[in-house]
């Protein structure tokens, strides 16, 4: 059965930092794209960051969190982070780790609450 275990959520006061993790079991890890979404209350669901499988080579960003967060992975623990410096009180939702590869294995974690609150 396959799990993504997201943890590091937490409150933190604007300008702060925060590291997530996402472990991942049940899945040839290196295979597969992984990929961090928020979702803000009354909001859409939203792609943050996705790194390419591998060695990670590619990672993209949407445009407000660029040179603020960086997704990285580790193959060997087979766990995916995104490290957030610099955070804004428009960054407060629930981040959600996914694996993907092909249309067939798209998994998801439970979330984890970032609240940045003075």
């Known amino acids: 059965q396959v799990q993504l275990v997201e943890s590091g959520g937490g409150l933190v006061q604007p300008g702060g930092s925060l590291r997530l993790s996402c472990a991942a079991s049940?899945?040839?890890?290196?295979?597969?794209?992984m990929g961090w979404y928020r979702q803000a209350p009354g909001k859409e669901r939203e792609l943050v960051a996705t790194?390419?499988?591998?060695?990670?080579?590619?990672?993209n960003y949407t445009d407000s969190v660029k040179g603020r967060f960086t997704i990285s992975r580790d193959n060997a623990k087979k766990t995916a982070y995104l490290q957030m410096a610099n955070l804004k009180p428009e960054d407060t939702a629930v981040y959600y780790c996914?694996?993907?590869?092909?249309?067939?294995?798209?998994?998801w974690g439970q979330g984890t609450q970032v609240t940045v609150s003075s």
């Open positions: 996914n694996a993907a590869r092909g249309i067939n294995q798209d998994y």
């Open positions: 049940a899945i040839f890890f290196r295979m597969y794209t």
């Open positions: 790194i390419s499988g591998g060695s990670g080579s590619r990672a």
